[in-house]
Structures are given as C-alpha cells and as structure tokens.
Nanobody, 124 residues
Framework: QVQLVESGGGLVQAGDSLRLSCVASGRTFSNNVMAWFRQAPGKEREFVAG????????RYAESVKDRLTISRDNAKNAVYLQMNSLQVEDTAVYHCAASRLNVPVTSMEGYSVWGQGTQVTVSS
C-alpha cells in the first residue's frame, strides 16, 4: 500500500510561484497514476492535475492548465506540482492521490490512497 506525504505549501502573494512535492512510500509507486486535488474552505475537493505512470499522459482542470504543471520522478517516488502565477482563488489544501487505474481521472472515486494535504494560501 502506498502512503503519501505532501510538502511545499505556504503563504505567498498573488503572482508568486510554489512547488509542491508528494513523496510516496512503498514499492508500487511507479505503478500508480498520480494526481493533485485541492479543497478550498467551504468547497468540495476538486481535481487539479493528473499524470500517468510514466508521465506520458497528463490531465488538467481548465482553471489551472496554463499555470500549473504536474510531473513525477519514479526514481525518487515523488510527484510534483509546479504552480506559477498564483491567484487568490488557488488558496486551498492540496492533496496528492494515487490510483491503480490506467489513466488519470477527475473523480475522487478513482483514487484509493490520499495524503494529508499541504496548505497553500495566496494573498492579494
């Protein structure tokens, strides 16, 4: 069973950049599709970006696709989310998630393992 730990969140100003990391324990990381979700206060958790097992296929939410980039390093059991031109609306807890499906999907039900999350706060 993969276990996930996120890091890299913080308080930044609008227009700044952040890079989130998610490190996985377990031998099967490279077999998992990985994704980032986020949950803003008072809102449901939403899909942000997803990545296939070898990184060849990506999927993004429309609201972030020009500003955020998901990547992975299977040798380090890590997945990353590079966030540029951050906006106040990006404020949320960001969670990484692992799936045994073949492609990244946007539904939470497609992911069986979740990290605790890392807080990103963007001030104006």
């Amino acid at each position: 069973q993969v276990q996930l730990v996120e890091s890299g969140g913080g308080l930044v100003q609008a227009g700044d950049s952040l890079r989130l990391s998610c490190v996985a324990s377990g031998r099967t990381f490279s077999n998992n599709v990985m994704a980032w979700f986020r949950q803003a206060p008072g809102k449901e958790r939403e899909f942000v970006a997803g990545l296939s097992t070898r990184g060849g296929s990506t999927r993004y939410a429309e609201s972030v696709k020009d500003r955020l980039t998901i990547s992975r390093d299977n040798a380090k059991n890590a997945v990353y989310l590079q966030m540029n031109s951050l906006q106040v609306e990006d404020t949320a807890v960001y969670h990484c998630a692992a799936s045994r499906l073949n492609v990244p999907v946007t539904s939470m039900e497609g992911y069986s393992v979740w990290g605790q999350g890392t807080q990103v706060t963007v001030s104006s």
